[in-house]
């Protein structure tokens, strides 16, 4: 019988690539989620029966248990941009992948793969790198022999950075932001799957990997080339923090009013984190440790950022097309 693993937030962006990849390796592939009626679309990612959503509350030590039962190996995805009710910091990317090591120790499970964040740090202002950072010392502790992947922000079809500023300039002609001179180095979101797929067959040596993709750039620049991408003169306005924070509290009140239908697009602890660069170290082990190529931004935005142009997918024609008609 074919190997299993057990992905926690298997259905969230980076856990259907994970699961994606486990799957065309030939594994079973058991996807752990709070909602497996909504996601049943992993299933079209093996054959009949290869993947299967199953019900678990990282939260919740015997729901854990039981999605861990005869697994080989497990993927632990699940995380929180922004704290809601009992899914706090603490709660899921803290206490949540102890658990997950804890029992997965007790479960006899060989190989076990964490997705933390570079910037997880004990001692940060962020309450999301202090709880990653808490999250990755309750792994190690309970598995040492984990693989512990800290990516940069995270870039793909369903990713929750340019996807969400290009949504914001369709009917704005300024794009706010905070912290423009920030560095980031985006990476691919299957080169993250990918690394964890290598972590989770025995294929990488436990430790810690930084994942960055080929380019490092600030938050500016990063955002100048979104615009250029979906063909949108706009105006980056760099937000100074105190002047951020104060925008941050009025969306909370808007968000508090309309229960949650209008949400805050920035937080205060996401302005904390991005006082800090989002780069590789050179300290740790990276990508090109596992044999994988980072991919560029540029060969993958066009591919999903093209429905936020004026044109949408007719765009290249019509360009072309005015092409065509100044060689008359």
């Keep these: 019988m074919s190997k299993l693993v057990t992905i926690l937030g298997g259905s969230g962006f980076v856990g259907r690539y994970v699961a994606r990849r486990m799957a065309q390796a030939g ?68 206490e949540g992948p102890g658990r997950v090591a804890r029992l997965a120790t007790e479960a006899g499970v060989a190989h076990m793969v964490h997705i933390s964040a570079i910037g997880a740090d004990a001692q940060a202002e962020s309450g999301y790198a202090r709880a990653k950072a808490a999250g990755e010392a309750a792994v190690l502790d309970a598995f040492p022999s984990a693989v512990i992947l800290r990516p940069s922000v995270i870039f793909g079809p369903e990713d929750e950075f340019f996807n969400r500023f ?11 932001i905070t912290a423009g001179q920030t560095k980031f180095q985006p990476v691919y979101v299957d080169d993250v799957a990918e690394a964890a797929a290598k972590g989770a067959t025995g294929d990488a040596a436990p430790g810690i990997y930084e994942l960055g993709g080929p380019d490092v750039m600030t938050f500016r620049e990063l955002m100048a080339m979104m615009l250029d991408d979906i063909r949108r003169n706009r105006v980056i306005f760099n937000m100074p923090r105190w002047m951020a924070g104060l925008v941050s509290r009025l969306m909370g009140v808007v968000q508090f009013l309309t229960i949650g239908i209008v949400k805050n697009p920035l937080t205060r602890d996401q302005i904390a984190d991005l006082q800090r660069d989002n780069v590789v170290s050179g300290e740790a082990k990276g990508l090109t440790d596992l044999g994988i190529t980072p991919t560029p931004m540029e060969l993958i935005l066009p591919t999903y950022l093209w429905r936020f142009r004026p044109a949408g997918q007719y765009a290249a024609i019509k360009e072309s097309a005015k092409g065509l008609r100044g060689q008359e």
């Design 166 to 176: 290009a949504g914001m300039v369709r009917s704005s002609p300024i794009l706010p």
């Design 27 to 94: 594994w079973r592939v058991r996807v752990a989620t709070r909602r497996p009626s909504e996601h049943l679309f992993v299933r079209t990612y093996g054959v009949v029966g290869q993947v299967e959503p199953v019900l678990c509350n990282i939260r919740d030590d015997a729901s854990i248990r039981a999605v861990l039962q005869g697994a080989d190996a497990v993927v632990n995805c699940a995380g929180v941009l922004t704290e809601s009710g009992k899914n706090s910091f603490s709660a899921v990317m803290a």
